[in-house]
C-alpha cells in the first residue's frame, strides 16, 4: 500500500492515519512524525503547512537528530502563538 505525505507529498509506504490514529511513523522524505508532530486534528492542516515550509527551507531535505527537535519545538510554538492569537 502506498500513499503520499500531507507535507511534502512524495510517496510513502504507509497509511500516515488510519481512523484516529497516527502511524507513529515517520517520512522519509520531510522527516514528519505522524501521530506525534500532527497529533492535534484541529491543528494538523497548520502544522503541515509550517513543516512544509521548513522543509522546503531545508533543501527538501528531511529533519533528523537535533535539527528534527529544533524544528519540532519551533513549529508547535508557532502555532500555538497563532492559536492564543485567533
Known amino acids: 500500500m502506498t500513499s503520499t505525505c500531507p507535507v511534502c507529498r512524495s510517496e510513502i509506504d504507509f497509511e500516515p492515519w488510519v481512523g484516529e490514529s497516527g502511524s507513529q511513523e515517520i517520512c522519509?522524505?520531510?522527516g514528519i512524525?505522524?501521530?506525534?508532530?500532527?497529533?492535534?486534528?484541529?491543528?494538523?492542516e497548520r502544522i503541515y503547512s509550517h513543516w512544509r515550509e521548513a522543509w522546503i527551507a531545508n533543501g527538501r531535505r528531511a529533519f533528523q537528530g537535533e535539527a528534527w527537535r529544533e524544528v519540532s519545538v519551533r513549529i508547535g510554538q508557532r502555532v500555538?502563538?497563532?492559536?492564543?492569537?485567533a
Open 28 to 30: 522519509p522524505s520531510c
Open 80 to 85: 500555538q502563538e497563532e492559536t492564543n492569537a
Open 33 to 44: 512524525q505522524f501521530g506525534y508532530n500532527d497529533a492535534r486534528a484541529d491543528l494538523r
